[in-house]
């Protein structure tokens, strides 16, 4: 049997009597990165869906209400759609880093890292879609979901290491490896602005720290070797992030899913007995990991930008978007009241750790897109052209559609909104139509379907919640001289994107006119399209997916 990997060519399926550590590294001779990741897709893929086809009772509670929030249109913003964003532009920065610097990854060390970065987008935002999930229990009190989240994810797959041993049938040393590796990549994820922190050579080594008010100030300060902690301190600083939250109960002693919590007590309690550092990292290995979290953090604020128009509006769907306003009414009647005002503005959006403390929905997208390009100065990641080309287009256009998708609000006119959700749907009608030869016809269309409903519900609670947030949060409808100051900051942004890379009027009408129709940035193209169709993206169960020998592997990355 053989199994096709989101559309990439089939592996051969192995019998399982069979299979060796598949973790055994590609000679350099025929090591090939996208086979290598498309192999990496398929193992992560049989991991978090395993639980669900390979007979295992332990942790069919936990693995049940992944499954469920991954796919609820409610949480698509950290869900599946997100996640598979999240991925395809893993994989396009991984393998656009291996032109430039060929077999960075070709090592053991280097393919558990990409391991890691493989199951980064599935489980980074794994507890925040929790969170969201509980908040919707009638019986809950309403918590603020993105609290924790970080840390959390860092020791839910930090507790799962044996599961991710036997499912992939992996040593445990290298699933140890793996989830050791993937817990420095989420652990501060939540504050994207403080990645350059995060590798400080002057940070802390938790080794050292005894006590746990003391590691909590240093972490919340990005002042710690991550790497360095141990699973006990990971416990620690989850308990005084949810305790801070709300989220600890007697079913909950950690804040976490009740039925992880369940699932997992014995994991989570070994944990708490292990004083052991997370890595012991040469400087190679150093230089591997922090490279690997420049491309999850990036690979993660993708579709914060991403495509422009739909990204605009996933913010405004957040709940941090929910307790503040889309752009304060500043009374701005004389210029120099205008220009003292957008100073003020744009200190704020430029510095990097405001991420989350930011008063409105334009300053946080103006966060955005001013951060993506710098938020690590010092990688060989974020200088290579195709990533820079990608901030170019869409620190421009992003910066173009909530211009106009502003002025629209302020004026209380949707129509623009509608626009935005009739040309995602559009797309989505021509994706169906050109897989429609390749695909099971009743799947393919009851998967347009299901999603076109969904994608109209949630253009109804875009504009709900603009209503809402106005009534809410303004006293007065915005004024002509409101309008004004909104234009002259997006004016402002704008002059200094179009100056700093020196973009010329060909490219910038380009850009105006993609904008004026709904399009999407060129660079993106090459890493997925608007909208995904669910039924579209198969996945590898257990009963379908190969597992290759070491024979197998040489050859698959040979073809």
Not at 91 to 105: I, M, Q
Not at 448 to 477: A, C, G, P, T, W
Not at 489 to 518: A, C, P
Request: charged share 25%; proline share 4%.
């Amino acid at each position: 049997m053989e199994a096709n990997v989101n559309g990439n060519s089939p592996l051969q399926k192995i019998d399982w009597a069979d299979a060796n550590d598949p973790l055994l590294p590609p000679t350099h001779e025929n090591y090939d990165i996208n086979k290598l990741l498309i192999f990496l897709d398929s193992q992560i893929n049989r991991f978090r869906r395993g639980d669900l086809r390979d007979g295992t009772e332990s942790y069919r509670g936990t693995a049940a209400v992944y499954e469920m929030g991954q796919e609820l249109p409610d949480f698509a913003d950290h869900g599946f759609r997100h996640g598979r964003h999240v991925e395809k532009s893993i994989r396009y920065g991984v393998t656009e880093l291996e032109k430039a610097h060929p077999d960075f990854f070709n090592s053991s060390f280097g393919i558990k890292t990409l391991y890691a970065l493989m199951l980064f987008p599935h489980f980074h935002d794994w507890d925040q879609v929790n969170g969201a999930y509980m908040n919707q229990m009638p019986w809950e009190p309403q918590r603020n979901e993105k609290k924790g989240h970080a840390i959390a994810s860092a020791v839910m797959v930090k507790a799962m290491t044996e599961h991710i041993a036997q499912i992939l049938h992996i040593s445990f040393d290298d699933a140890d490896e793996i989830t050791s590796i993937y817990a420095v990549l989420a652990m501060r994820h939540d504050e994207p602005g403080n990645i350059d922190k995060t590798f400080n050579s002057e940070n802390v080594d938790p080794v050292t720290i005894e006590d746990d008010e003391k590691l909590a100030s240093l972490f919340e300060a990005d002042q710690l070797m991550l790497h360095r902690l141990s699973s006990r301190q990971m416990i620690v600083l989850l308990r005084y992030q949810k305790e801070k939250a709300g989220f600890i109960t007697s079913l909950r002693p950690h804040g976490l899913l009740p039925e992880f919590e369940n699932d997992f007590a014995k994991k989570l309690q070994a944990m708490e007995q292990d004083d052991n550092p997370l890595l012991n990292l040469t400087p190679q290995q150093h230089n591997i990991v922090k490279t690997a979290v420049d491309i999850a953090y990036w690979g993660d604020m993708v579709p914060m930008v991403a495509p422009v128009w739909s990204a605009i509006t996933r913010t405004l769907l957040s709940a941090y978007s929910q307790t503040r306003p889309f752009f304060r009414s500043q009374h701005a009647k004389s210029q120099k009241h205008k220009d003292k005002e957008v100073g003020k503005i744009l200190r704020n959006i430029n510095d990097p750790a405001a991420a989350n403390t930011l008063a409105t929905d334009v300053e946080r997208l103006l966060w955005e897109f001013i951060h993506l390009e710098s938020l690590s100065k010092k990688s060989i990641f974020f200088v290579l052209p195709s990533i820079q080309r990608f901030a170019l287009e869409h620190r421009v256009m992003g910066a173009m559609a909530l211009r106009k998708l502003g002025i629209a609000i302020m004026e209380a006119n949707y129509e623009v909104i509608e626009g935005i959700y009739s040309a995602r749907i559009e797309l989505l009608n021509e994706q169906t139509a050109a897989k429609a030869q390749d695909a099971n016809l009743d799947t393919l269309f009851y998967g347009f379907k299901i999603y076109e409903e969904n994608l109209k519900k949630e253009q109804d609670k875009v504009i709900l919640s603009l209503h809402q947030k106005s009534m809410k949060f303004m006293s007065r409808n915005y004024s002509p001289q409101d309008i004004a100051l909104f234009k002259e900051l997006m004016d402002e942004v704008l002059d200094q994107f179009i100056f700093l890379y020196g973009i010329s009027d060909q490219d910038r009408k380009l850009f105006w006119d993609l904008v004026s129709n709904f399009g999407e940035a060129p660079s993106q193209a090459a890493i997925f399209t608007t909208d995904t169709i669910p039924s579209s993206e198969p996945v590898l169960f257990m009963d379908q997916c190969a597992f290759p020998t070491e024979e197998d592997l040489e050859g698959l990355m040979d073809d």
